[in-house]
């Protein structure tokens, strides 16, 4: 009963460096999801994914990357990590039916410092 | 105008208390609403999950909606220890697009045994 799975938990790294977040779910969800907790912020959405090979942008996708080459992993980029983006990422999950998409499942997060 | 409220409290009670958390929220096209229970260090877990106006009871939470007043609320009964975590109210526009969630910034509970 794996779920989704997020690595590293945590992560401390420089600016300009880039690093890379993974997320894998056992599930075969169509949708996979990132996004940013931050005090004041909330969380907030800043890419998804509908299938292998689909992506798109949400509300906050500036200094981020990612991809899907395959339906259970949705790894997430920063190209040159900056001190704005130290944050706490989830990677969330979800299924569409056929006329609605079911509630998004979370995995634990990875904590995030930039120094 | 922020498109949902959510009062971040902290809020304490004491065990045995009834709870109730609330959300308002600004777009009257929002049809779909969710509560979140969000332990310290953990990903947010689904609670509730309730279309249009009405109730929901599900064990010792019941999921309120009222499209008029655009607010919703969450009720604990019985409140225990283990169900102190910051609880998040997210709402989409319609279940197709459900991948839009607006999440509230969450409220911070503590019951005290």
């Known amino acids: 009963d794996a779920g989704i799975t997020q690595s590293p938990r945590y992560k401390i790294t420089e600016t300009g460096r880039q690093v890379t977040l993974m997320c894998h779910q056992t599930?075969?969800?169509?949708?996979m999801f990132w996004y940013r907790q931050d005090l004041g912020h909330g969380l907030r959405l800043i890419y998804y994914s509908a299938a292998a090979d689909i992506t798109d942008k949400g509300e906050v996708p500036d200094g981020y990357v990612v991809s899907r080459s395959k339906t259970e992993n949705f790894p997430l980029t920063l190209e040159s990590a900056t001190r704005s983006q130290t944050s706490v990422y989830f990677c969330?999950?979800?299924?569409?039916?056929?006329?609605?998409?079911?509630?998004?499942?979370f995995g634990d997060g990875t904590r995030l410092s930039i120094l | 105008q922020k498109e949902v409220e959510q009062d971040p409290g902290p809020l304490s009670v004491p065990e045995g208390a009834i709870v109730s958390l609330n959300c308002t929220y600004s777009?009257?096209?929002?049809?779909?609403f969710m509560w979140y229970r969000q332990y310290s260090r953990k990903g947010p877990e689904l609670l509730m999950y309730t279309y249009s106006s009405g109730n929901k009871e599900d064990g010792r939470f019941t999921a309120q909606v009222d499209k008029s007043s655009k607010y919703i609320s969450l009720f604990i009964r019985d409140s225990q220890p283990s169900d102190s975590a910051t609880y998040l109210c997210?709402?989409?526009?319609?279940?197709?697009?459900?991948?839009?969630?607006?999440f509230g910034k969450g409220t911070l509970l503590t019951v005290n045994p």
């Open positions: 599930w075969s969800h169509s949708y």
């Open positions: 969330a999950s979800s299924e569409y039916t056929g006329f609605w998409l079911q509630p998004q499942h």
């Open positions: 997210a709402m989409s526009l319609d279940g197709g697009s459900n991948y839009k969630l607006t």
């Open positions: 777009n009257s096209a929002f049809q779909y």
